[in-house]
């Protein structure tokens, strides 16, 4: 078990919508953007009341790195990227048990 929770974003209509207006997602279906949501991990211990903390002290983060996946030039990206529109844009499902079955150590790509 990792000393970590989790949050899975899922994109909703408005992201959606946002990704299908960008000139070179002319062949991108909804299917494509739902296809794999993106697992962030969190700090371990949280509950019901920090769950709104944890949101205000990443959801930037995840924003951008949500508007990057599918556009890197920030000019197009909302001026304004507040928590009420990451909220409008996403769904999130928080996970508080983390269990690692493969045993190997965890590597980070970056």
């Known amino acids: 078990m990792l000393n970590r929770s ?48 944890l949101l205000q002290q990443f959801y930037q983060r995840i924003f951008e790195e949500q508007l990057s996946d599918w556009h890197t030039e920030e000019e197009s990206w909302p001026l304004k990227r507040d928590v009420a529109l990451f909220k409008k844009w996403f769904e999130l499902e928080f996970h508080t048990v983390i269990l690692d079955l493969v045993g190997d150590s965890l590597e980070d790509d970056d």
């Open 6 to 53: 989790a949050v899975t974003i899922k994109a909703k209509q408005p992201f959606i919508d946002w990704v299908l207006s960008l000139p070179e997602s002319e062949h991108v279906t909804r299917n494509d953007i739902d296809e794999d949501s993106t697992v962030y991990l969190l700090p371990d211990s949280f509950d019901d009341t920090t769950k709104d903390k």
